[in-house]
Nanobody, 121 residues
Framework: QVQLVESGGGLVQAGGSLRLSCADS????????MGWFRQAPGKEREFVAA????????YYADSVKGRFTISRDNAKNTVYLQMNSLKPEDTAVYYC??????????????WGQGTMVTVSS
């Protein structure tokens, strides 16, 4: 059973950085690409970034390209999202999920609780 737990969110000023983590306690990472998504207040959930199982392939939404970096540690069953140069428009609840593929992949599992990121101006 997939059990994804997101953490690392918080309140940060514009221009600051945060590192999000997504731990898979169900140990079902194996062989899957992973993605980060976010949902801002009053908006639909949107794709942020994805990474292949090996970590050799990544894909980013245009809105975060050059500022966010996705990575993973398969030995720890954990995926990370390093977020730099944060902007107020990055404010959202961030979620991770297994995805069908790196580019234009679809989420495979029910959504977890997510972690809230608030960027103040």
């Amino acid at each position: 059973q997939v059990q994804l737990v997101e953490s690392g969110g918080g309140l940060v000023q514009a221009g600051g950085s945060l590192r999000l983590s997504c731990a898979d306690s169900g140990r079902t990472f194996s062989g899957y690409a992973m993605g980060w998504f976010r949902q801002a207040p009053g908006k639909e959930r949107e794709f942020v970034a994805a990474i292949s199982w090996s970590g050799s392939s990544t894909y980013y939404a245009d809105s975060v390209k050059g500022r966010f970096t996705i990575s993973r540690d398969n030995a720890k069953n954990t995926v990370y999202l390093q977020m730099n140069s944060l902007k107020p428009e990055d404010t959202a609840v961030y979620y991770c999920n297994r995805v069908s593929r790196v580019v234009y992949g679809t989420p495979l599992d029910p959504w977890g609780q997510g972690t809230m990121v608030t960027v103040s101006s």
